[in-house]
């Protein structure tokens, strides 16, 4: 399949020296260790042969074995380390098992670096043109620490997942000729070109291994594959795969949005970069979850009755597909420059995740509305339950938006108790999504409704039609790109925003007020708001500050500063009882509701282990969810936004 070479300028950004680590101490090693090579932009000689063996489902061990080809000396094999899309060290190489190395029948000893745990170094002997290496992926049974990636209904093989591959080299002069065995009946979905596919034996094109870890597989028992853009320009499939041949049901209207979604699409940046386009989409409850952009294809779960639900059910699973496949332009065409590395072992940095992320939030949602994938008043909710997460949220005190690019290098996806104080992984996507309506807004009214960030959208992503390769930007590059639309201070907008920290700084909601609404609270909400808000009937976030969740009644998402926290609530604590009632989410919501216009205190009785405490709010304030409330008299920006377009 055809490559298109970087520029020179990518090329540099790309292949810039890096410094090594440095050895401390003297290692008990039987050998002395070689240095890591450092990735070049220059082919490696021959096809690595790469099979993968995905019938012991009774185990969930996947078999790899791989052909590849060497030459005497010195050989570093590396396990990927950054996995696309994760935006991390992420790559579970505590899972891979069972590695062994021959060549001629003999073996060869590998030895792990030190420093490095994802490099195993051999000492290839002279006579071996090339090496056996075979090893086991050992997927997991739940999702306790890694998701599950097999059952005995389906597999998604990540393909970055279960290979070695040679240092030195850039990714994508790396060849690999791969195949897999699946059990027998199985079907499957991949954004490659198959060149056999007998007794379940499918075998593939060689690909380089930069778009090899780009082609993720679904497969399983039940499959289904659908054209959702008949006669279009490039294929386009929804590739479905589920626990039970039932749930693989949808109806035409379902088939009719998602065609929606790529028309749409095409009218929003004029342009695909992509010779094909796969939905890999998982309907399971026994596979773990996932959202994961690839170039040409994505990797999607959902409930197992998404079809067969109904379409006014799972709001948050109909924004997914739009999500991921605006990432085909946003993040893999158009790539931050810090994040366009040269294999999968060097770090990336996430400066731009505003952009990458933040940014395709906006358009993924912008096309759920314009799709039919949600109304109007659904994309409004669900806007105003982040406007209301980002108008209360005290982390911004001491953590501008720009920091939250670095958490997932902190600590990928790491568990917090205390959301609404330490910010995160979801505040460069949703609130740089606002900061995102915040500019469109702003054009379109500086311009009369003129002009709009669809503007932006095909000026930055729509260029270079049919071109596939990834294109760099830089934050000067994205200035350069606005200014082109509506001139202004791009740059002080954008920093503003993204370095806005302290007592003063607020949240970004200047779009949703300048698009014709206002943020407002309301003690009840509509069946479509229900839909969207679908915590609801926990939800006292914005009255007593927590919330409940589970079979205990467990109090969490404590807002920092809010009255429970004041009243010295934190983790582990269970609601017991209210105002002398065995407690539930809905005896809670009538006493607070009682109190609005009562005048006795609301009384907990609250259980952690064996203590109990009981907990007084005199709060009169009676529920509070948020809804975006019409301006009269004001332009339906929001409206327009979200309405389809027709050329």
């Given amino acids: 399949m055809k490559r298109f070479l970087l520029s020179a300028c990518a090329a540099a950004l790309v292949f810039g020296a890096a410094p090594a680590l440095a050895q401390v101490g003297t290692p008990a090693l039987p050998r ?6 450092e990735p070049q932009d220059r082919a490696y000689p021959g096809t690595i042969g790469y099979h993968v063996d995905a019938t012991d489902l009774d185990h969930r061990v996947i078999r790899v074995q791989q052909t590849i080809p060497v030459t005497a000396g010195d050989l570093t094999l590396l396990y990927p380390k950054f996995i696309p899309g994760n935006h991390a060290a992420t790559g579970p190489i505590q899972l891979l098992a069972g590695l062994t190395v021959t060549a001629n029948g003999q073996r060869i000893e ?5 420093l490095d745990p994802y490099a195993f170094h051999l000492a290839i002997p002279a006579g071996v043109s090339q090496i056996e290496v075979a090893f086991e992926w050992l997927t997991q049974p739940d999702n306790s620490v890694w ?22 080299y850039a990714h994508s002069r790396i060849t690999f000729q791969p195949s897999i065995q699946l059990p027998a009946g199985w079907q499957y979905g991949v954004a490659m070109d198959t060149v056999s596919f007998e007794n379940g034996r499918a075998t593939f094109a060689p690909i380089s291994l930069e778009m090899l870890a780009d082609s993720p597989m679904f497969a399983g028992a039940h499959y289904r594959r659908i054209d959702i853009d008949p006669g279009g320009r490039s294929p386009i499939h929804l590739n479905i795969v589920a626990d039970s041949a039932a749930n693989i049901a949808p109806t035409p209207a379902w088939i009719e949005a998602y065609g929606a979604l790529v028309d749409q699409a095409d009218r929003l940046f004029g342009a695909r970069h992509f010779d094909r386009y796969e939905f890999l989409l998982g309907l399971t409850s026994r596979m773990g979850g996932i959202g994961l952009e690839h170039h040409r294809s994505s990797e999607n779960t959902a409930p197992p009755g998404f079809f067969t639900d109904g379409i006014t059910r799972n709001f948050g699973s109909r924004t997914l597909l739009p999500h991921e496949y605006v990432h085909s332009w946003n993040g893999k065409f158009r790539r931050p420059s810090d ?16 952009v990458y992320e933040g940014q395709t939030e906006y358009w993924g949602d912008v096309l759920t509305g314009r ?12 806007l105003a339950e982040i406007a209301a997460f980002y108008d209360n949220q005290p982390g911004r005190d001491w953590r501008a938006l720009q920091d939250t690019t670095n958490h997932n290098l902190l600590g990928y996806r790491t568990s917090n108790p205390w959301p609404s104080h330490m910010r995160g992984t979801g505040d460069y996507y ?11 807004t702003l054009i379109r009214e500086a311009t009369d409704n003129r002009k709009s960030l669809d503007d932006f959208a095909r000026a930055f992503f729509g260029v270079d039609d049919g071109v596939w390769s990834p294109k760099p930007y830089t934050f000067d590059d994205l200035v350069a790109a606005l200014n082109g639309v509506h001139p202004h201070d791009w740059a002080g907008f954008l920093r503003t925003r993204l370095d806005a920290v302290g007592p003063e700084a607020r949240a970004p909601l200047d779009g949703i007020t300048r698009g014709g609404y206002r943020l407002v609270y309301v003690d009840s909400l509509t069946a479509a708001e229900k839909q969207v808000q679908t915590g609801w ?21 404590i807002v920092w500063g809010g009255l429970a926290y004041q009243a010295g609530l934190g983790a582990g604590w269970d609601l017991v009882a209210v105002n002398d009632r065995a407690a539930s989410a809905e005896v809670l919501r009538e006493a607070v509701t009682a109190a609005k216009s009562g005048t006795t205190p609301i009384t907990l009785i609250i259980r952690n282990g064996d203590r109990f405490r009981t907990v007084s709010f005199d709060y009169r304030g009676g529920l509070r969810y948020p809804r975006l409330e019409r301006i009269e008299g004001t332009p339906d920006r929001l409206g327009d936004i979200l309405t389809a377009r027709r050329r």
Avoid: C, H
């Fill in 430 to 440: 949703r609130e740089a999504a606002l900061i995102w309506l915040d500019a469109d």
């Fill in 371 to 382: 799709s039919g994938l949600a109304t109007k008043e659904e994309m409004l909710s669900n």
């Fill in 147 to 168: 998701r599950v990636v097999m059952t005995p209904e389906m597999v998604n093989l990540q393909w970055e997942k279960a290979l070695l591959y040679p240092a030195g």
């Fill in 537 to 557: 009937a926990n939800d006292f976030q914005y009255s007593l500050g927590f919330s409940l969740g589970g079979p205990t009644n467990r109090i969490g998402g």
């Fill in 339 to 354: 994040q366009l590395t040269p294999n999968f072992n060097e770090p990336v940095q996430n400066t731009l995740l505003w």
């Fill in 32 to 37: 002395p260790l070689p240095a890591i090579p």
């Fill in 110 to 114: 590998w030895l792990r670096d030190t």
